[in-house]
């Protein structure tokens, strides 16, 4: 197995894992409803759809470099909605919050660069 495909399935799998969490835990939408976005429950099952579909675009090795540019601006959304608040309980307590955010954003830059399609 090449590096790139391990990274290909370890994306897909957080991101499927991520969707199917927001469309079968219904605890989730009170996160999104807190966040003061406009239609936030609406939101919320937009964003696991646009998950779920990448996760298996990248599983089946189909149109990476665009999923890849999808979900690093969903990572980033998340962080900037979800991860800087948390820098008021302290600057080291909000990088242990977004340390998986931050990951799979290094790893979806890795997959948009190196990507060969």
């Given at each position: 197995m090449t590096t790139m495909k391990l990274i290909r399935y370890l994306v897909a799998f957080v991101f499927i894992t991520s969707a199917l969490m927001k469309?079968?835990?219904?605890?989730l939408e009170n996160v999104f409803i807190n966040l003061g976005l406009p239609s936030p429950?609406?939101?919320?099952?937009?964003?696991?759809?646009?998950?779920l579909a990448a996760g298996v675009m990248?599983?089946?090795?189909?149109?990476v470099k665009n999923c890849a540019i999808?979900?690093?601006?969903?990572?980033?959304?998340?962080?900037?909605?979800?991860k800087v608040p948390a820098l008021h309980g302290g600057f080291?307590?909000?990088?242990?919050?977004?340390?998986?955010d931050i990951v799979m954003l290094g790893l979806l830059f890795i997959l948009?660069?190196?990507y060969p399609r």
């Open positions: 469309l079968l835990n219904s605890d429950v609406q939101l919320m099952y937009a964003v696991a759809t646009v998950e990248l599983i089946m090795d189909r149109y999808i979900l690093m601006f969903i990572i980033i959304a998340a962080i900037l909605l979800t080291v307590q909000a990088l242990f919050h977004a340390r998986l948009y660069r190196n």
